[in-house]
């Protein structure tokens, strides 16, 4: 099954090109991504862990894995991946973006080869990874299906797909639009489509029309009197993760 349609959103597109700046200020637009980062490391770290035996006391654990961030935006997650050794692919639609990252792992000191370009991109050079990364994403492009299709694709033999997203119910409304967008103002409006979102069942069924078995789904969950978030194996109601191996 080849992803023969772009999955590129042109209005999507603008509205990260607007922000693109804003990546590495903890405190500016992308304040809930520096804020869920660590908590996504975590569970992206346990399945790489548990898919590829590593083990993360020993330095660079990563090392000898490819691993594709696809919609890598300014590389909040390409860079800890790459500290950790892995071979890093940072891939978005959003040409800004690109640009920040590459400016930021150079100050870093980190190599990490970041493309602007999107999934199906990718896809047709037969770019083959061990790890795809694909972390908030999916809501924002024009054809999911399509989109997962370019990403199966790209997955080696026994390679790692993990995709993280938002519920689509009453509770995502209030806490991920009106809470994250409106009220607290931590996002643009509008940032969000809620029509646009994807519950975990419609999530796992696309996994596997793509080629995909989901092995494993877990919540990200925001506790507001902590200011903090941790992973959930029951709460899936807003956000929400899923891993999937190659059928």
Known sequence: MQADKSTIDAEEIAKFEAMASEWWNPEGMFKPLHMLNPCRLDYILSQISAEFDR?????EPLNGLRILDIGCGGGLLAEPMARLGGNVIGADAVERNVAVAKIHSEQSGLNIDYRHASAEDLAASSEKFDVILNMEVIEHVADPSAFLTACRQMLGPGGLH?????????????????GAEYILRWLPKGTHNWNRLITPEELSRLLEQAGMTCVDQKGFVFNPLTWSWSISYRDLSVNHVSTSICK
């Open 55 to 59: 083990d993360f006391s020993k330095p």
């Open 162 to 178: 993990i995709c993280s997203t938002i519920n689509r119910n009453a509770k995502s409304f209030v806490m991920a639009i009106l």
